[in-house]
């Protein structure tokens, strides 16, 4: 039943995310050509120019706000609204429903993220030599090699937690989305304003709990916790830490809509 | 066999107001049932629970056996009193659906009466008007083989001709093993359609009872017996 | 011939009569198939159950009978449906002659009002 509840996801959303990347496209390849014909000085050919690239960063952004506002529009349409009626009635688990929309969710996130970096590769196009680029680029990735190896021995260790702690950040705030609306439904009537409220109070929350464990950490004896870490550093336990609130905060946002929608689903 | 719905003792109350109030009902298999009560009255409450759209507040209510679930999902065929389709759909896509996730869904048989009802499968149904996405939406639930049909007034607000037509679709898809319960305020159109009916008032069941012996021993259709006892 | 369920009697007594008729005036003749359980409470706007017991009483009466493979058909013989219709004539004089009492007619006087009506003198 995932695999289906997935492929309905994905149409579902599609039609909202191939459009706007078609537009992020379209204002980068347009504000790309305006410059072909910048030796021409005209009042308006600096107007377009500058008009066009106003529109390409304002799109650029548009991309992540509407990421965003595209996940949390699909979520609560789907679930709350009277297509909730049709949702909530087919033979399929919360958990399965969480977790097609959270996968697809998760993909359309990333694929955002892949589609604005290219399209700055697009604006680029002729004005910077790649190949000099990807040169620097692995001169950097040399010297950052170079210094974890002098401050961090275990550098596999920090870029693997590194990783992970993306992921699970960018999960993180898919599922501060959903846990939002699963909380706003709670009281029937006033269900999106209470999700927004919801929303900010988590932030505030998890904005309060990350400082508080960053401002303990340096104080932890981690060789107490950890007695064969001999030889790694703090940057590792640091990361680690961060990795280790972070898979709480997801797991929290996680169980907290999981039990809310099983349990106290109220369509009204 | 169990009954194919059952409640015992069931409550809900939502923030303060009663809906429904120690109701206790068994519905047999291969029946068609009418809800039958005033508009607030309880009924759509009723149906939402049974459905797992709402959760009881006390007591229990039972499919087959068995609290709302997956399992109760797959066997119970509803129809809300809502659109509850995605706009942006064609009928082919909204049939698909169905036929992806309802094992029990029949596709010719819904496309048979899609093609009766002269629509075309690539209608978007945003392009569709409001009376005919309702019968769309009532021949995606008729063409389940399930054990139990939740319609949630279908008739309501509808011409005569929409009325019957609407009629013919459940008479036409009954299944002598499955039980369709029926809600509605209306209950002279319906009336020669039911077996039972169930009167519920202010949240309390005040009748349940077989039409033809309400009309041998009381003499009166349904329909008057319904206005007597929610006279106003 | 439409079917006509508005009196507030049982609804399958109804359709027991309704049926009846059908078959005495010859719009299911002897012999012939019926339409299935479904398509007739369809037809009819009943529930198939009613329909269903409706037609049982009528194959307990002899005037149907079923096949178990092929269906239910009307009755052959012939001389069933004219009791039948015998039946029914019966009761619509009876229900006539009380009207006509009421209005004070004897059954005498009736019957000579009957006549004159026949040819048309009144």
Same mark, same amino acid.
């Given at each position: 039943?995932?695999?289906?509840?997935?492929?309905?996801? /994905?149409?579902?959303?599609?039609?909202?995310?191939?459009?706007?990347?078609?537009?992020?496209?379209?204002?980068?390849?347009?504000?790309?050509?305006?410059?072909?014909?910048?030796?021409?000085?005209?009042?308006?050919?600096?107007?377009?120019?500058?008009?066009?690239?106003?529109?390409?960063?304002?799109?650029?952004?548009?991309?992540?706000?509407?990421?965003?506002?595209?996940?949390?529009?699909? @979520?609560?349409?789907?679930? @709350?609204?009277?297509?909730?009626?049709?949702?909530?009635?087919?033979?399929?688990?919360?958990?399965?429903?969480?977790?097609?929309?959270?996968?697809?969710? @998760?993909?359309?996130?990333? @694929?955002?993220?892949?589609?604005?970096?290219?399209?700055?590769?697009?604006?680029?196009?002729?004005?910077?030599?790649?190949?000099?680029?990807?040169?620097?680029?692995?001169?950097?990735?040399?010297?950052?090699?170079?210094?974890?190896?002098?401050?961090?021995?275990?550098? /596999?260790?920090?870029?693997?937690?590194?990783?992970?702690?993306?992921? %699970?950040?960018?999960?993180?705030?898919?599922?501060?989305?959903?846990?939002?609306?699963?909380?706003?439904?709670?009281?029937?009537?006033?269900?999106?304003?209470?999700?927004?409220?919801?929303?900010?109070?988590?932030?505030?929350?998890?904005?309060?709990?990350?400082?508080?464990?960053?401002?303990?950490?340096?104080?932890?004896?981690?060789?107490?916790?950890?007695?064969?870490?001999?030889?790694?550093?703090?940057?590792?336990?640091?990361?680690?830490?961060?990795?280790?609130?972070?898979? &709480?905060?997801?797991?929290?946002?996680?169980?907290?809509?999981?039990?809310?929608?099983?349990?106290?689903?109220? %369509?009204? | 066999?169990?009954?194919?719905?059952?409640?015992?003792?069931?409550?809900?109350?939502?923030?303060?107001?009663?809906?429904?109030?120690?109701?206790?009902?068994?519905?047999?298999?291969?029946?068609?049932?009418?809800?039958?009560?005033?508009?607030?009255?309880?009924? +759509?409450?009723?149906?939402?629970?049974?459905?797992?759209? #709402?959760?009881?507040?006390?007591?229990?209510?039972?499919?087959?056996?068995?609290?709302?679930?997956? !399992?109760?999902?797959?066997?119970?065929?509803?129809?809300?009193?809502?659109?509850?389709?995605?706009? /942006?759909?064609?009928?082919?896509?909204?049939?698909?659906?169905?036929?992806?996730?309802?094992?029990?869904?029949?596709?010719?048989?819904?496309?048979?009466?899609?093609?009766?009802?002269? %629509?075309?499968? +690539?209608?978007?149904?945003?392009?569709?008007?409001?009376?005919?996405?309702?019968?769309?939406?009532?021949?995606?639930?008729?063409?389940?083989?399930?054990?139990?049909? #939740?319609?949630?007034?279908?008739?309501?607000?509808?011409?005569?001709?929409?009325?019957?037509?609407?009629?013919?679709?459940?008479?036409?898809?009954?299944?002598?093993?499955?039980?369709?319960?029926?809600?509605?305020?209306?209950?002279?159109?319906?009336?020669?359609?039911?077996?039972?009916?169930?009167?519920?008032?202010?949240?309390?069941?005040?009748?349940?009872?077989?039409?033809?012996?309400?009309?041998?021993?009381?003499?009166?259709?349904?329909?008057?017996?319904?206005?007597?006892?929610?006279?106003? | 011939?439409? /079917?006509? #369920?508005?009196?507030?009697?049982?609804?399958?007594?109804?359709?027991?009569?309704?049926?009846?008729?059908?078959?005495?005036?010859?719009?299911?003749?002897?012999?012939?198939?019926?339409?299935?359980?479904?398509?007739?409470?369809?037809?009819?706007?009943?529930?198939?159950? +009613?329909?269903?017991?409706?037609?049982?009483?009528?194959?307990?009466?002899?005037?149907?009978?079923?096949?178990?493979?092929?269906?239910?058909? &009307?009755? !052959?013989? &012939?001389?069933?449906?004219?009791?039948?219709?015998?039946?029914?004539?019966?009761?619509?004089?009876?229900?006539?002659?009380?009207?006509?009492?009421?209005?004070?007619?004897?059954?005498?006087?009736?019957?000579? %009002?009957?006549?004159?009506?026949?040819?048309?003198?009144?």
């Amino acid at each position: 039943m995932l695999s289906k509840l997935l492929k309905y996801e /994905w149409k579902a959303t599609a039609r909202f995310f191939l459009p706007i990347y078609g537009l992020l496209f379209a204002m980068a390849v347009a504000s790309r050509i305006s410059w072909l014909f910048s030796e021409v000085d005209n009042v308006w050919n600096r107007v377009l120019e500058i008009t066009l690239l106003m529109g390409y960063i304002f799109m650029f952004g548009g991309v992540f706000v509407a990421t965003f506002l595209v996940i949390a529009y699909r @979520f609560y349409k789907n679930m @709350f609204t009277d297509e909730g009626y049709l949702t909530f009635t087919l033979p399929v688990s919360v958990g399965n429903l969480l977790t097609s929309k959270l996968i697809i969710a @998760f993909i359309w996130s990333v @694929f955002s993220t892949i589609i604005a970096v290219f399209s700055i590769v697009i604006l680029m196009l002729g004005y910077v030599q790649f190949d000099t680029i990807f040169q620097q680029l692995g001169m950097v990735w040399d010297e950052l090699v170079r210094a974890m190896a002098e401050y961090a021995p275990h550098s /596999w260790l920090i870029l693997t937690e590194g990783i992970l702690l993306v992921i %699970l950040a960018l999960i993180a705030s898919i599922l501060r989305i959903f846990a939002s609306f699963a909380v706003g439904q709670l009281t029937g009537k006033h269900k999106v304003l209470l999700a927004i409220g919801a929303y900010f109070g988590f932030g505030v929350v998890e904005q309060f709990f990350g400082l508080t464990v960053l401002m303990i950490t340096p104080y932890l004896n981690y060789r107490e916790v950890f007695p064969d870490a001999y030889g790694i550093v703090t940057g590792e336990i640091v990361l680690l830490v961060l990795l280790i609130v972070q898979l &709480v905060v997801t797991a929290i946002y996680g169980v907290v809509t999981w039990v809310l929608m099983k349990r106290n689903v109220n %369509l009204q | 066999m169990n009954p194919i719905l059952e409640c015992r003792n069931l409550n809900k109350h939502f923030q303060g107001t009663i809906a429904l109030q120690n109701i206790n009902l068994q519905v047999p298999r291969g029946r068609i049932v009418g809800l039958l009560g005033p508009n607030g009255s309880g009924k +759509t409450t009723l149906i939402k629970l049974a459905n797992g759209l #709402l959760q009881p507040s006390a007591g229990q209510i039972l499919i087959d056996g068995m609290a709302p679930g997956i !399992e109760t999902k797959r066997i119970v065929s509803y129809l809300p009193e809502r659109t509850y389709l995605s706009e /942006w759909m064609t009928v082919r896509q909204v049939i698909d659906f169905f036929a992806d996730f309802y094992a029990d869904f029949n596709r010719d048989k819904a496309y048979d009466m899609l093609t009766r009802l002269g %629509l075309q499968s +690539t209608a978007r149904l945003k392009t569709l008007s409001k009376g005919t996405k309702e019968k769309v939406q009532l021949i995606l639930v008729m063409s389940r083989e399930a054990q139990l049909y #939740l319609l949630d007034e279908p008739i309501g607000g509808v011409d005569p001709a929409a009325r019957d037509y609407i009629l013919h679709t459940i008479i036409g898809n009954y299944n002598p093993n499955a039980t369709v319960i029926i809600s509605t305020h209306l209950i002279s159109d319906i009336e020669n359609v039911l077996d039972d009916v169930i009167f519920i008032s202010r949240g309390e069941i005040v009748l349940q009872s077989n039409v033809d012996d309400i009309r041998e021993t009381q003499g009166k259709t349904v329909d008057a017996l319904f206005r007597e006892v929610f006279r106003c | 011939m439409a /079917w006509d #369920l508005k009196s507030d009697r049982p609804i399958y007594a109804q359709l027991i009569e309704q049926i009846q008729l059908r078959i005495v005036s010859g719009s299911y003749p002897p012999g012939e198939k019926l339409p299935s359980v479904r398509d007739m409470a369809a037809d009819a706007s009943v529930n198939p159950n +009613t329909m269903q017991r409706a037609l049982m009483e009528l194959e307990n009466e002899g005037l149907l009978y079923s096949q178990r493979t092929s269906g239910r058909f &009307v009755t !052959e013989d &012939v001389e069933k449906i004219m009791e039948a219709k015998n039946r029914l004539a019966m009761d619509v004089i009876e229900e006539f002659l009380e009207k006509m009492e009421s209005l004070g007619y004897s059954t005498a006087q009736t019957v000579d %009002l009957l006549k004159q009506a026949k040819e048309g003198k009144v």
